[in-house]
């Protein structure tokens, strides 16, 4: 079993930042891909980015690129998700999850492939 505890979120305002963190227990944390994914009101949860278990691959969606950026420090069991320029339509719950699964970049976007996931944080992005 996995465990999964998002934090960071908060309320800022247009083009500002936030760092979300997500710290794991339960397994050899370098053993799984992880990835950050978000939910708005009204809408489907969606892919955000994801990184390998060594941190050598890391994916993003288009929505992102450029302005966020997915790391992870093993020795501490933790993901981070360092986001910048932020907008309006950033506003979500974002939610970290733990995949076993190799690193395979054609699907690693599906939320069907993570095994475990957060509580979730709060990120709201004022105009």
């Known amino acids: 079993q996995v465990q999964l505890v998002e934090s960071g979120g908060g309320l800022v305002q247009a083009g500002g930042s936030l760092r979300l963190s997500c710290a794991a227990s339960?397994?050899?944390?370098?053993?799984?891909?992880m990835g950050w994914f978000r939910q708005a009101p009204g809408k489907e949860r969606e892919f955000v980015a994801a990184?390998?278990?060594?941190?050598?691959?890391?994916d993003y969606a288009d929505s992102v690129k450029g302005r966020f950026t997915i790391s992870r420090d093993n020795a501490k069991n933790t993901v981070f998700l360092q986001m910048n320029s932020l907008k309006p339509e950033d506003t979500a719950v974002y939610y970290c999850?733990?995949?076993?699964?190799?690193?395979?970049?054609?699907?690693?976007?599906?939320?069907?492939?993570?095994?475990?996931w957060g509580q979730g944080t709060q990120v709201t992005v004022s105009s």
């Open positions: 339960g397994r050899t944390f370098s053993d799984y891909v």
């Open positions: 999850a733990a995949d076993f699964g190799f690193w395979v970049i054609t699907t690693i976007r599906r939320m069907g492939r993570y095994d475990y």
């Open positions: 990184i390998s278990g060594s941190g050598g691959n890391t």
